[in-house]
């Protein structure tokens, strides 16, 4: 009969976890007088299946329910309710990829133009607030994995001066339309739609210490270089581009709406 390191090397798993499955009840394994487990053939086989269903992200408490059930109807069950958890995962890696896409693409823009303004349309998007997911759990799991923060601001062009609303009103998700039909999912009703509009995108360096007096800055030399053919709300997100304890700076990406009956 095995002992464990034996079949700790046969399966590849460490000692710790082998003797957590003895623990736990999903081996029988015997014990010797110098303490050491024995292990017998339908502990092999028994923790091969553990292996396996751990492989196919069963929790323990889950293969311990499915080893001891006797009805296969009972396992098919369990099996499809995890074959439903990984597909919706796929769907959430999928979108992660997509977003991950998008935060490049911002990047690059970031890297590539500097604060060359450029015209361009955009795709139609949704902001979901986060206030308005706190009963659906669906979207709640989906905001604790990538949350984001949509800042929208308003040039008052007397005062020469940006106006940003408090932080904590623009915290949600930022999902392109096309994503929430691809993934079956449906916004809340309360979300802000962004339709697909002409925009003008223009990125600067921001420090976390004087962010509103230096955004306030660029945008009043970026209206004036543009002759104030843009509307005066825009929207805009901060990229931690160097930060340490204490401060930081940030890349500011800006998207300005061109009034089209103003500029050719």
């Not at 081996?27 to 010797?32: D, I, K, M, V």
């Not at 028994?46 to 069963?58: S, V």
């Not at 408490?61 to 109807?73: G, P, W």
Request: hydrophobic share 35%; charged share 30%; with cysteine.
């Amino acid at each position: 009969m095995p002992k464990t390191g034996e079949l700790s090397r046969l399966f590849e798993i460490d000692r710790t976890t082998l003797n957590y499955y003895v623990k736990s009840g999903l081996l029988q394994a015997g014990t010797e007088e110098n303490q050491y487990h024995r292990y017998t053939f339908s502990d092999s086989m028994a923790l091969a299946f553990i292996r396996y269903y751990r492989g196919l992200d069963f929790s323990t408490e889950e293969i311990v329910r499915l080893l001891s059930q006797d009805d296969n109807e009972e396992k098919l069950f369990d099996i499809q309710q995890k074959q439903k958890e990984i597909e919706e995962k796929i769907h959430l890696y999928q979108l992660k990829l997509l977003l991950l896409q998008n935060l490049q693409k911002s990047l690059q823009f970031i890297q590539e133009h500097g604060s060359a303004p450029c015209r361009f349309t955009t795709e139609p998007y949704y902001f979901v607030r986060k206030e308005d997911i706190t009963d659906d759990s669906s979207w709640l799991e989906l905001y604790k994995m990538i949350p984001s923060i949509e800042f929208t601001g308003h040039y008052d062009k007397l005062l020469s001066k940006v106006e940003v609303s408090d932080l904590f009103l623009h915290a949600g998700l930022s999902l392109k339309e096309s994503w929430l039909q691809e993934y079956g999912l449906k916004p809340p009703e309360n979300s802000v739609y962004y339709p697909a509009q002409e925009k003008v995108l223009v990125s600067w360096k921001i420090s976390a210490g004087s962010r509103a007096e230096e955004l306030s800055e660029c945008v009043r030399d970026f209206f004036s270089s543009w002759r104030d053919h843009l509307k005066e709300d825009f929207v805009f997100y901060l990229f931690p581009s160097h930060y340490e304890s204490g401060g930081g700076e940030f890349d500011c990406l800006g998207f300005f709406t061109i009034e089209a009956e103003k500029l050719d």
